[in-house]
């Protein structure tokens, strides 16, 4: 089962992204800022697959998280997609290589097939499916 990490500061954002993923056999947790995310990520007992990553969080950029994650053994490193209300320069995404950007709005559906397209492309050597 694939583990996903939601960093999103808009609630009923991360809410309704929860819920689907959730319903669709993801286990999913969350966090509205960087401080939160770099909490979760140093608490879970297993890595997790994707983190879907706003940029425009209330406390940092999200770029500080892959920045963290940069640190990571690479086994332990998950996919990264990016979500944003502005398309991200093209210096930040050739620096940290995300493996997928959506710009809001979005359809919840063309995520879900973001994410797995993303872990199909990229298989994660943790997941235990």
Do not use: C
């Not at 993801?26 to 966090?31: C, I, S």
């Not at 994410?115 to 199909?120: E, K, W």
């Amino acid at each position: 089962m694939n583990r996903v990490l939601v960093v999103e500061d808009e609630a009923p954002l991360r809410r309704i992204i929860t819920l689907n993923l959730a319903r669709r056999g993801y286990t999913v947790a969350e966090a509205e800022s960087v401080a939160e995310a770099d909490d979760a990520l140093r608490a879970s007992p297993q890595p997790f697959d994707v983190i879907l990553l706003d940029i425009n969080l209330p406390d940092l950029s999200g770029w500080n998280v892959v920045r963290h994650l940069a640190a990571e053994d690479p086994s332990r490193r998950p996919l990264v997609i990016v979500m944003s209300a502005v398309r991200p320069i093209e210096r930040r995404l050739a620096e940290f290589h995300p493996a997928g950007v959506l710009v809001k709005p979005f359809a919840i559906e063309t995520l879900l097939r973001l994410i797995d397209r993303a872990l199909a492309k990229h298989p994660v050597p943790n997941a235990d499916a």
